[in-house]
């Protein structure tokens, strides 16, 4: 009996060891609206908790801005606020108060931030320039007195012109890794593998971007083919899909890098578990540094076709374009398009205009003299 005794005891203590362990922490977050969102129009604003007894909550203070809006005393912690139709930096606080008034928990979260970029010393402005005819045909024989080049409506002198497609970039090749992908990333990845080695040159940097419900990187910007080919090899599909997020995580990637840069991504169906809103993605993406190709899957279902325009909204945002496939085996076809999109371009540059107050974003446009149907695409602007 004492043995007995002696065991159950000792069950008991490890049991508690355990429990101590690896107990959770009480914790709290804003469901809506989401962090790095833009929060524009009447939105809810709703406070959720794990890992606490909802008895020992008092009340949930939220702040905007600073300033009190409301006291939420009993679940759901949820509140109805029109944020206006005007987008601002905002910041949202909560502060968690338990039945003796003492602040136990709390939580800040932060809107997108329009100047949130870094900033960057930008001696030139590299401006890739895609000039097409009505037809879609590109116009090859354009020389640097053709074209005409505004910061912010101010006409610039362009300081350097190439017509070639040769100027170095930045490239990232962003691959949708979901469950969905199973019976084609073998496919995928092999045409992959093709594009990179027949489009990067010494002097050019790329770096492989998978994502499912989260996004992964697995090494640096580099030129190194094998480096790169050996990242597509860990590529294994399983999980939601987060597009939203993963493009804006690419946007965010090569906001702080000056030059030519380039996003191709590949996805295979409509996102499912981004926190970003596509209307908060192509606001980013239309003040990004970045040319977007976006390659996705060409079907009449309702929600594949949003899933569609969707992407056809990131690629012309961003100066790219948008490829539908019917066919695993149309990919390497795209991957040929999209490189000799790359290598069609005009290449202009400018120095930037240092004076007067100083803008993050700086809006930019390009114009052919005297070629009114003539098709530009371009980026939309660059951060000073």
Partial sequence: MIRLKQTIWFSLIILFGFQVIFSSTPRVWFASPQSDDIWIGKRKIEVKFRDIDPKKIRSVEIYLDGKFLKDLSAPPYIMDYDFGQIPKNRTLKMLVKDIHKIVILEREINSYQFDDARMVDVAQVVVPVVVTDQNGY???????????????????EITYFDKKGKTKFNLVLLMDISSSMKDKIGDVKDAAKIFLEALITKKDKAIIVMFNHEVFEDTDFTNNIDELINSLSIAFPFGATALYDAVAY???LLKGIPGRNIIILFSDGEDNSSYIDPFTLIKRVERSNSVIYSIGKRTSFYDDIRYQDILKNIS?????????????????????????DIKAKYILQ???HKKGKLKRFRKITVSVKGKKRYKIRTIKGYYY
Avoid: A
């Fill in 138 to 156: 590109y116009i090859k024989d354009l020389n640097k007195d053709d074209f005409i080049i505004s910061e912010e409506g101010v006409d610039k």
């Fill in 250 to 252: 690419c946007t965010k």
């Fill in 316 to 340: 012309v945002s961003s100066g790219g374009i948008t490829f539908l496939f019917d066919d695993i085996s149309d990919i390497p076809t795209i991957y040929r398009e999209i490189r000799r």
């Fill in 350 to 352: 400018f120095k930037p």
